[in-house]
Nanobody, 122 residues
């Protein structure tokens, strides 16, 4: 079993930056891919980015393309989400999720973290 723990959330002013981290503990191997989701209050969770451990390929939602960057640190079993040029609409709870099949994006994810809150003030 893999545990995912997010960190790095907080309060930031509009146009500012934050870097979220998702650390995977347990026996991570093979093609385990990791994605970042966010959830606005009262809305469904949406996928914003993912990265494949298999080939390093990445995917971004249109709403964050050009502003967010996802990257893996395999040695530390950690995936970072660098968020720049933040907007008030980026305010949400951010979750990381893992997929053992290795797809990015995946149809469904096997493991989920507890989330970290990002608040962008205007």
């Amino acid at each position: 079993e893999v545990q995912l723990v997010e960190s790095g959330g907080g309060l930031v002013q509009v146009t500012g930056s934050l870097r979220l981290s998702c650390k995977a503990s347990g026996f991570v191997y093979g093609d385990y891919s990791i994605a970042w989701f966010r959830q606005h209050p009262g809305k469904a969770r949406e996928e914003v980015s993912c990265i494949s451990r298999r080939d390093g390929s990445t995917w971004y939602a249109d709403s964050v393309k050009g502003r967010f960057t996802i990257a893996s640190d395999h040695a530390k079993n950690t995936v970072h989400l660098q968020m720049n040029s933040l907007k008030p609409e980026d305010t949400a709870a951010y979750y990381c999720a893992g997929d053992w099949y290795g797809d990015c994006p995946a149809k469904e994810y096997d493991d989920w973290g507890q989330g970290t809150q990002v608040t962008v003030s205007s």
